[in-house]
Antibody, heavy 121, light 110 residues
Framework: EVQLVESGGGLVRPGGSLRLSCAASGFTFSSYSMNWVRQAPGKGLEWVSSISGGSGYVYYADSVKGRFTISRDNAKNSLYLQMNSLGAGDTAMYYC??????????????WGKGTTVTVSS | QSVLTQPPSSSGTPGQRVIISCSGS????????VNWYQQLPGTAPKLLIY???QRPSGVPDRFSGSKSGTSASLAISGLQSEDEADYYC???????????FGGGTKLTLL
């Protein structure tokens, strides 16, 4: 069964850092691009970042550029999101989503259940 | 303010057909394909339509998608109670170099 499981969320103070992880199983991880999408409480979906299967292509939303870093370890079937300089606007559920192919331009066809990040003093 | 524009809400009665619109621009819908996601209350989004009009395996044929120019539409026929959800359109934006989503449409059954 294809599965994505996020972890690493929690409560962090403004200006702090957090590293999210996404463990993938049931498919050849290195053959697929991966994405992070977030959803603030009561709000819509917001794309955060994408990475191609071989990590050669990486993209970020303007709202997180320079603060967040996406990475992956294909040997460990894992996706990561390093989040620095966190602010209240980063409070959200963070979803890991698989791209439909190696390129980042593919639709997101499998989603994890999400991990919650709360930024508050 | 979302790059793609959707109506915030829509409603229908059981068995009815509803259409949800999604409006964009030449840099997103105008030059790339559109995907639709369904988010049931309290759950993660699920891919509903990809590449404008393709249904993933397991999605009923009551759901259909179309695209024309810089706009796209999701049609749901034979509305059922389990269709009550939020629906989002999405497309890659060549100018922003990233994915853009619509603000979401909350579908309510009357």
């Amino acid at each position: 069964e294809v599965q994505l499981v996020e972890s690493g969320g929690g409560l962090v103070r403004p200006g702090g850092s957090l590293r999210l992880s996404c463990a993938a199983s049931g498919f050849t991880f290195s053959s697929y691009s991966m994405n992070w999408v977030r959803q603030a409480p009561g709000k819509g979906l917001e794309w955060v970042s994408s990475i191609s299967g071989g990590s050669g292509y990486v993209y970020y939303a303007d709202s997180v550029k320079g603060r967040f870093t996406i990475s992956r370890d294909n040997a460990k079937n894992s996706l990561y999101l390093q989040m620095n300089s966190l602010g209240a606007g980063d409070t959200a559920m963070y979803y890991c989503a698989r791209g439909g192919g190696n390129s980042v331009y593919y639709y997101m066809d499998v989603w994890g259940k999400g991990t919650t990040v709360t930024v508050s003093s | 303010q979302s790059v793609l524009t959707q109506p915030p809400s829509s409603s229908g009665t059981p068995g009815q057909r509803v259409i949800i619109s999604c409006s964009g621009s030449s840099s997103n819908i105008g030059s790339n394909t559109v995907n639709w996601y369904q988010q049931l209350p309290g759950t993660a989004p699920k891919l509903l339509i990809y590449s404008n009009d393709q249904r993933p395996s397991g999605v009923p044929d009551r759901f259909s998608g179309s695209k024309s120019g810089t706009s796209a539409s999701l049609a749901i026929s034979g509305l059922q109670s389990e269709d009550e959800a939020d629906y989002y359109c999405a497309a890659w934006d060549d100018s922003l170099n990233g994915w853009v989503f619509g603000g979401g449409t909350k579908l309510t059954l009357l």
